[in-house]
């Protein structure tokens, strides 16, 4: 494959105008972003920068963020929130930025198999970057955690796929699954309309990636708009049902709950978080204002919606418990009903209460039913009654108070 093919990515250079119109800026601190000019041998030639708040002290949480296409390290810095929790909290940054002679549109090549496996390329020196940090900053090896947006998402699901080892948990944002491209060409297709696998399918492209590993894996949250035409939102359940295979937990949400700005959070036994934004097109999900759980600067890639790095920060438990009351906690998500589970629980009386056959889009316009990542699932029970559509059809018996059992014989 010509080296040149991979700089042509015309869908993720439409981030080229992010930088150019965003509002005004961060205000000043004292501490700065700082270029690292030797940090190994750096077989992927990208450029590192890294962030250490004041009052940063040893053993201290680090957080690696990776850039969209056409963008920098600092402007993910200056936009997405980060900068805001770190020096709240006091935690390390570390922002690695492609080079242009790598990749045109400074695209990180997810989708390159010479960037893409362990012990190589560009997640080589993404996990170089990690060890300098480690080495000279004094951060916490087993607090690191990686985040991305767009062509920085997908790198993020490279790194969290060949160095398990190295990161407690990831955050993707707008991106794609591990391996699901493998070249230039078939790219295009992933990002969208995307490309459907069996989540053991998924599974065991990760699995390959790091193979005869047994040790623990890292958590994974999946961010993604309902109107992105870049990345489509499909690639969402795909990179759930990627890492929920790989964490070994059901395809089905053990809870879901909304949150700000119109989010769907649906949660996988605290190992794969999914979080939804109605309306959001190809971006990080922001949300300015001087607020604790605000943060972001709003502009065309980075959407006002919701604070997405508060809302990771303060799951990885970056806050260290000093989160504001009611905010979502480390490791268990905000409270939610109804709560799917992958067992239905049984209905108390099957025989009471009217009976109604419609479509699943029809049952919960009705409120019957309620769906998650496109799936229907009827309320109380929480039977699952398949994709959320127009053609598929179900009976459905009320049972009690807000409680509904599938029943396709009677009804």
Not at 54 to 62: E, I, K, N
Not at 348 to 371: E, F, L
Not at 378 to 404: E, I, K, P
Request: aromatic share 10%; net charge neutral; with cysteine.
């Amino acid at each position: 494959m010509p080296r040149i093919l991979r700089f042509i990515l015309p869908a993720f250079a439409a981030l080229a105008a992010a930088a150019g119109l965003v509002t005004a800026g961060s205000p000043a601190y004292a501490a700065s972003l700082t270029s690292v000019a030797s940090f190994g041998s750096n077989p992927g030639n990208l450029s590192m920068y890294s962030y250490r708040p004041d009052g940063m002290g040893s053993g201290a949480p680090l957080v690696v963020a990776m850039h969209g296409c056409t963008q920098s390290a600092t402007d993910y810095f200056t936009n997405a929130g980060w900068r805001k929790y770190a020096d709240l909290w006091h935690f390390a940054l570390v922002l690695p930025e492609q080079k242009s002679a790598n990749n045109s549109t400074t695209c990180f090549n997810w989708f390159e198999t010479g960037d893409t496996a362990r012990g190589g390329g560009e997640a080589l020196s993404i996990k170089q970057m990690v060890d300098y940090a480690v080495a000279n900053y004094g951060v916490n090896p087993a607090r690191v955690y990686v985040t991305g947006l767009s062509a920085g998402g997908a790198m993020t699901a490279v790194m969290l796929a060949t160095y398990p080892d190295v990161f407690a948990g990831g955050a993707i944002m707008a991106g794609l699954p591990y391996r699901c491209a493998t070249s230039n060409l078939n790219a295009y297709t992933c990002m969208n309309p995307g490309v459907d696998k069996t989540p053991a399918a998924w599974g065991d492209l990760v699995r390959a990636a790091y193979s005869g590993y047994t040790g623990a894996r890292p958590r994974v949250a999946i961010w993604q708009g309902t109107s992105d035409t870049t990345v489509a939102p499909a690639n969402a359940t795909e990179l759930r049902d990627q890492w929920t295979n790989v964490l070994g937990v059901s395809q089905t949400p053990t809870s879901t709950t909304s949150l700000p700005g119109g989010t769907s959070l649906s949660n996988y036994a605290d190992q794969v978080k999914v979080y939804m934004i109605s309306g959001m097109t190809h971006a990080t999900p922001v949300d300015p204002g001087s607020a604790t759980e605000q943060c972001g600067t709003a502009g065309t890639y980075y959407k006002d919606t919701i604070c997405s790095s508060y809302y990771q920060a303060v799951d990885w438990g970056l806050d260290n418990g000093a989160a504001p009351t009611g905010s979502p906690t480390p490791s268990t998500g905000p409270t939610a009903s109804p709560t799917p589970t992958a067992s239905p629980t049984p209905s108390p009386t099957p025989s009471a209460g009217p009976c109604v056959r419609a479509t699943n889009y029809a049952h919960v316009s009705a409120g019957r039913a309620h769906q998650s990542l496109g799936y229907t699932y009827a309320n109380g029970s929480n039977q699952n009654m398949g994709l959320y559509n127009v053609f598929v059809t179900h009976g459905l018996r009320q049972t009690g108070a807000n409680y509904w059992v599938i029943d396709d014989t009677a009804c």
